[in-house]
């Protein structure tokens, strides 16, 4: 659910101190990176212009004082947030880095410098670092919610489910709010919970202000969670809200391109993604845009789209594999990247790559059963099968691949039943259009 789902979950929790952005901070020694001015729609309205005005106030503190590193600290959270807004991680999230580790090298102990760290090695999927700073956190202040919240998010990614919910529910008694309603839904949706998950979001909506990016990215994860159960009137309802509030905001658009695909409207849908892609700067925009065009039948489009998204994703990816690089590690995206380019084999790499690094999470799991169910190897996707299913999550494409899998090793029973699972979940799904399993899943109609 963009960058992947799991990143823009785990950047809920940016927002704790400031939501402005980032402007150049004249430093003899260190120059820090200016302020990018924002496309389209995200440079119209009050919030752009207060958040220039909030940033030239940051401006003004170090250029009197180089060593406030309250303010250093909070143009590095501007650069977090300005991260999320547009979709330009690689720009900003090493300029917060930057001016983060200039905290830390003074204050090693500074307790939000590190929950700020944390929140940066999560966005670029150093999942292990961000545990071991938001443990450190933990440590130096054991009844922050907002630290919690860390724990959970990292636990999450690394497939520590239990110490994901431990964490949840201590954010919930210590500070019930916008990100920790947020995270129980997400928890109960991967543990089979839908209409629990549902509740949550709703509660986390109420909790927000209404066009805040925050509030209005949990609207779209709403009308996200109504667009997997079937039900395109609420989702669709969710999206149009969220534009309302905040107009022009890519991802509502791009729920609105998700429901025009399933309504078999690929021309408008393919429309409103393009829409999307000139706000944000988010890979799932093109991936999407891959299958809408081999829908639609434009085999040439498709292609080059497929490409396009391989390069923006190794543009954007870390250039060594030590967790204090900087850099995104995308391995598991470029797994699937590779999938719809047809070159099995950098999606295998890609995919142990990433399976290398956190072997439990059940993403990373559903990743290499389908990456081995792509190149035939049907026994081994079954073997990885099993530990993507072992939360009991009723997300409908994970049921479907379940299903194909277990078809293909002779399991025929326990395939249709998947099968089946996934259409009464949403009828709507629609499969890969590379897949050879469609054939197999109508057959079974």
Known sequence: MSLPRRILYAL?????????????????????????????????????????????????????????????????????????????????????????????????????????????????????????????????????????????DAHVELGHYPQAIKAADRMNELRPDLRAYSRVSYLREIHGDVDGAKQAMDLAVRAGVAGLEQTEWCRVMLGRLYENSGDLARATDAYKQSLQVRPGYAYAQAGLARVAQAQGDYNTAIRLLKQARAQVRDFAFDDELTDLYRLNNQPTQANASAQKVIKQLQAHANTNDQEDGQGHYTDRELAYAYLKAGDLDQALQHAKTEYERRPANIDVCETMAWVHFKRGDYAEARKYLTQALRTHSRNPQLLYRAGCIALRNGEVAQGESWLRQAREQNPNFKPDPTDPAPAVLVARR
């Open 12 to 152: 809920l929790l940016v927002g704790f101190a400031v939501s402005v952005a980032a402007v150049l901070l004249a430093r003899k020694e260190a120059p820090v990176p200016q302020l990018k001015e924002r496309r389209g729609a995200l440079a119209v309205g009050g919030e752009w212009l207060n958040t220039k005005q909030a940033v030239a106030g940051l401006q003004g503190k170090l250029r009197r004082n180089p060593d406030d590193y309250e303010a250093r600290l909070q143009l590095a959270q501007a650069y977090v947030q300005e991260s999320r807004v547009t979709g330009d991680h690689t720009y900003y999230d090493a300029a917060a880095l930057k001016l983060v580790d200039e905290v830390l090298l003074k204050r090693p102990d500074d307790f939000e410098a590190l929950c700020t760290k944390a929140v940066i090695s999560l966005s670029q999927h150093h999942f292990g670092q961000g545990l071991m700073l938001a443990e450190r956190a933990a440590e130096l202040n054991p009844y922050n919610g907002f630290v919690q919240g860390l724990l959970c």
